[in-house]
């Protein structure tokens, strides 16, 4: 096995362990958690094909690394927000609670 | 022996070990020789400040410091290690075991590896990282994970809230110490600690090169030790462990020797700010004057570093401690927005030709915003006279 | 270098696997912490000094501090007592295995190409040019999306002001 099928096998299976957390866990905030996970496989999956793949010279796959980073972190903050202002209304942050607009 | 051969005597003194191993081994023997003296002279370095901080403050203070232990107190270190280490280890029953032990590892473990970028001397960095400004700042955010750990895992509301108070500290003060070096980055065009330092060891007749010597250096220099103060929860900025506060906030369930590391921990990281403080702003290795270019570099590396280490110590023991609003008020209302005024001040004396005209222009530029800020974050209080009512 | 990769992989996986499994949300952050600081390892074993140490200062001392300032805030410091898997858990499981699986196969059928590239340099400076000259759009509007982040997240967050009638 080449090395950048090892990198693609890792962040396929973070890639997994992230989706099976934010389908799986009640806290909305660990679902949360696991979304970053699966951002977080995506980049590994660039910066493997950057060093392994044509054409390192033009820094595709770093560029879009900061800018998923970046961008992962503007999304986790708005997200806790939310999760805040719900368990303001709810007191809970129980998702199987959640099931209704009502409330 | 030139001025030269001593200046240069521990990068001979390790050559010369490596040469006496066999290829294979050499990077790795390398490696340990690079780092074995920085494990060794910062906690001694840490040992000798412990003394002189309570000596220095003792006199402050009109009193004598510690002078029972050895010729003027300054065995102290040793008589306070045999206590820290021979103290019962207390752990609370309902504290989480694995996060407790884990806390004072990781802050000890961040706080000696910011070390590996900073240049002690000239040639003498454990590693020229291409981005190592970025590596120290990345390590020290570490320390906010650390610190939580600490209050989190005893389980006391004591130290929850100390643990809560200090991480919000850290991380509003992190934010004018990033932009008051990326002033530096901006004008020196590098992340690497070396090239900074190398930009900053030349002389124009005897005066220095250093960037302190520029208006936006000046200002950049102050933002950057007011915060490195308040990430190091040093006084002024230590409610979150003020002893007449919160007894010692999140770490005050730990005893003995953990204690001890936190300790060095929090000495260790205000060496490393003061240490990049001197690398940014102050010159790193090189000389005041260029006359005194003969005595070695890692002489005026320490001996900056002392400085800045009593600098320290004197404010410690001149100011007042701030409360939680004035001091978050202190990092967003007024050094976030001096710390971006800096960043354009910079880029205006980039852009303008050399002369008195851009010092002029520059100063105004900073001093004039930075007095108004601060009227008017003071018009909406009112500040007079305590008058007090006793009950009857 | 092939060992290295398999130590910092096992501490990964390892690593994220118990921040999706283990019980009181906080003991997750903190092994979801080992993981990031795992991959940001493995950035640095592939060559991309800069993204792995962006990746320590963003994910490590930015994202796990407000989760953990969430969970605070929304559980304090109790340990949970309900069940921690939803009641579809099963659903959720048997997806991410085939996902997992359709991923690995599609990799390990795609002809693997036995040329050993030189470790590409990459600069600081490099990747500041670029990011001023190719990049400058998306780095124009990532700066709006950051600002506009500050500001939600701030009003979302601030208490509401109790209207009295």
Redo the contacts between chains.
Sequence with gaps: MSPLNGYLLLSALLFSIGLAGALTRRNAILVLIGIELMLNAANLNFIAFWRYGANPAALTGIMFTIFSISIAAAEAAVGLGIILAVYRHTRSTDLDQMSSMKG | MTPDTIDQIFVISKHWLLGYLPSSLQPVASAILSVVPVLLVFPLLFAITTVLERKGLGRIQNRYGPNRVGPFGFSQPIADGIKSLTKEDVIPRNADQI?HFLAPLLLVLAAFLAYAVLPIGRNMVITN???GV??F??????V??AV??AG?SS?SKYS?LGA?RA?AQM?SY?IPLVLASIVIIMMS???STVDIVNLQSGYTSIWPHWFVFTPWGFAGFLLFMVAATAESNRSPFDLPEGESEIIAGYYIEYSGFKFALFFLGEYLGMFATSGLAITLFLGGWSAPFSFLTWIPSYFWFFAKLLVLIAVFIWVRGTFPRLRMDQLMNLAWKFMLPMSLLNIFTAGVWHFMPAGIVRWLVCIALLVAPCFLLSRVLKQGKKLQIRTYRFAE | MNVFFLILAALTIVGTAAAMALRSAIHCILALTIGLVGLAALYLLLGAQFVGFTQILVYVGAVAILAVFAIMMTQGASAPTQPILSSSWLTGVSVAVAIFAVLAWAIHSTASTQTSLPQPEVSVNQIGAALMHQFVLPLEIMGLLLTAALIGAVILAMPEKKETL
């Design positions: 996060v990282l291409n981005a970025l590596f700042f990345a390590i020290g955010s570490m906010e994970l939580f750990m989190w389980r929850l809560m991480v991380i992190e065009g590098s992340l």
